[in-house]
């Protein structure tokens, strides 16, 4: 079967501004970053950028490409209704679309959402009990990740429904059988609650591959740190995003293109 979504037309784009240019090269960094750190997974999954002053507009990668292989350039604009944003020679995941405009309708402050494939987030998401308050990682969502049970690969608005329904206004959530969510205020802050997560999953299962019971705190202690981490809602990622594309900048900086 193909993947590949079929635009309903193509809309009329605007001339790219100072705010999208920065959105674009942030996004290709996002990408770049997680192929960087093995959480990719072939052409699969996706993050998307809802664009300043365009309501129901956001960025996603061409499908068909590696995540090392996306730039600031090629990324694809498509709005909410799945029209394509001017000409591009890349067509869009399908799934992915609905999964990402279904997000950005039900919450207008995820500029950003992040949904990977990657091993150790699938892994927790199988396990009954989920993921278990057992490390300083995990506890950053504690009270605060959401979950949605698998129904297979079809995508219909109503699963999408369904979905931000799950989500509520959460800033994470493990799709059972399937993978990882995170959504942000900004690019960076779904980035490092995903690399949060992933930490965590990935604590969890080497701590049970030991064979021996885990130790986790108290409810009062988990939902206070839980709080100490929420640090009054501040948005996460600023100090860690300019080290993260220095970073790049060294290893590969064509993500800016």
Not at 166 to 195: C, Q, Y
Not at 200 to 219: F, K, M, N, R, S
Request: hydrophobic letters at 45%.
């Amino acid at each position: 079967m193909s993947f590949a979504h079929r635009p309903t037309g193509i809309a009329e784009a605007a001339p790219v501004s100072a705010a999208e240019r920065q959105l674009r090269i942030d996004l290709a960094a996002a990408y770049r970053l997680i192929a960087l750190y093995g959480w990719d997974d072939l052409i699969y999954t996706h993050v998307s950028a809802a664009i300043p002053g365009e309501p129901g507009r956001f960025l996603i990668n061409p499908f068909g490409l590696a995540f090392d292989e996306v730039c600031a350039s090629n990324l694809v604009k498509i709005d909410t209704e799945g029209r394509i944003v001017g000409n591009i020679e890349h067509p869009v995941n399908a799934t992915g679309f609905a999964l990402h405009a279904a997000v950005h309708l039900a919450r207008a402050d995820a500029l950003c959402v992040m949904h990977l494939h990657n091993t150790a987030g699938i892994a927790v998401s199988i396990q009954r009990d989920g993921l278990l308050p057992a490390s300083q990682h995990a506890l950053r969502f504690y009270g605060q990740l959401a979950w949605h049970d698998y129904e297979g690969l079809a995508f219909t608005p109503a699963e999408g429904a369904r979905l931000t329904a799950s989500l509520g206004d959460k800033p994470a959530m493990l799709l059972r059988n399937h993978g990882t969510l995170t959504t942000g205020r900004t690019i960076a802050e779904a980035f490092v609650l995903m690399a949060t997560l992933i930490k965590a999953c990935e604590i969890q299962l080497q701590a049970l591959a030991g064979g021996v019971p885990l130790v986790t705190p108290p409810p009062e202690v988990c939902a206070r740190t839980a709080t100490q981490l929420f640090d009054g809602g501040a948005i996460e990622g600023e100090l860690e995003w300019p080290a993260l594309l220095r970073k790049l900048d060294r290893l590969d900086p064509s993500y800016r293109d």
